[in-house]
């Protein structure tokens, strides 16, 4: 069925989506009633309204609890990468998206001038070939100039890295994990390979030699992993990505 217009008309879209004081960008669009057709309506709003966007010191982008479906991604992804926009942090759960969206938010992950800390797409239509395609960006990523993997995020010189925060679950590709019952934590092995297979193309060493295979995944599952911090963050090196939620509450390999 037809959804409605969006809550807010475009007219008010500046107290949602504005440039702070402190030269944050903040875009709070959740529940705004948005699909592609109003996503493309905010993108041609945004590019004049918001022009300035690439010189802020980090983005917050939330459009969570809406109807964008793959199309929408996009439009919002090619907006963000044409304004240069240095996004910490992407609310995009409880929409439609699929594998398509996965593969324009990897585009964003490889173009963005700076690493993403949170991204957040549980409750969509992502199955794990989706899945894979995001974590292979993610894995591939360079940081700046010096060619250095982007991940995990180290958000200050001499400060300890962190895994990138990815909410992956209540998608398709859990459902995926009935095909091998045996271990509950196939979709992250799975997915482990995915970042496997790039950082060895990139011929990206996985770890200091001489020791055992490194902990690629953590799934958040022990007291002490959140947004900011990792159990496993004086390892070397540190994981890549939390994928809290999905599979048995311990790192992956």
Same mark, same amino acid.
């Not at 992407?90 to 593969?103: D, F, H, P, S, V």
């Not at 022990?222 to 159990?231: H, M, P």
């Given at each position: 069925s037809k959804l409605p217009g969006p809550t807010v008309a475009p007219g008010g879209w500046g107290e949602l989506s504005r440039i702070t004081k402190s030269h944050w960008l903040r875009v709070d669009m959740a529940g705004q009633r948005v699909d592609d057709k109003v996503m493309k309506t905010w993108c041609d709003w945004a590019r004049s309204a918001l022009g300035a966007?690439?010189?802020?010191?980090? =983005?917050?982008? #939330?459009? /969570? /609890? %809406? /109807?964008?479906? #793959? +199309?929408?991604?996009?439009?919002?992804? #090619?907006?963000?990468?044409?304004?240069?926009?240095? &996004?910490?942090?992407? @609310?995009?759960? !409880? %929409?439609?998206?699929?594998?398509? =969206?996965?593969?324009?938010?990897?585009r964003l992950v490889l173009g963005l001038p700076c690493a993403l800390r949170e991204l957040h797409l549980s409750h969509n239509y992502i199955d794990l070939s989706? =899945?894979? +395609?995001?974590?292979?960006? &993610?894995?591939? *990523? /360079?940081?700046?100039?010096?060619?250095?993997? +982007?991940?995990?995020? =180290?958000?200050?010189?001499?400060?300890?890295?962190? $895994?990138? @925060?990815?909410?992956?679950? !209540? %998608?398709?590709?859990?459902?995926?994990?009935?095909?091998? $019952?045996e271990t509950g934590d196939w979709l992250l092995e799975e997915m482990a390979r995915a970042i496997v297979r790039k950082r060895h193309e990139k011929g990206w060493p996985m770890g200091p030699p001489g020791q055992g295979p490194p902990l690629l995944l953590c799934s958040a599952g022990?007291?002490?992993? *959140?947004?900011?911090?990792?159990?496993?963050q004086l390892r070397t090196p540190c994981p890549l990505v939390h994928i809290p939620h999905i599979g048995s509450p311990h790192s992956v390999m």
């Open positions: 966007a690439g010189s802020c010191k980090a =983005a917050a982008i #939330d459009f /969570s /609890s %809406n /109807s964008i479906c #793959d +199309a929408g991604a996009i439009m919002l992804v #090619d907006l963000l990468l044409e304004l240069k926009v240095p &996004v910490h942090q992407i @609310w995009l759960q !409880k %929409n439609r998206l699929g594998r398509t =969206a996965c593969e324009a938010i990897g989706g =899945a894979k +395609a995001l974590l292979e960006a &993610v894995a591939s *990523s /360079s940081s700046g100039c010096s060619g250095q993997p +982007a991940y995990p995020v =180290a958000p200050e010189p001499h400060v300890r890295p962190i $895994p990138l @925060w990815l909410r992956l679950e !209540k %998608n398709p590709l859990e459902g995926q994990r009935a095909t091998r $019952p022990r007291q002490g992993c *959140s947004v900011g911090t990792c159990i496993h």
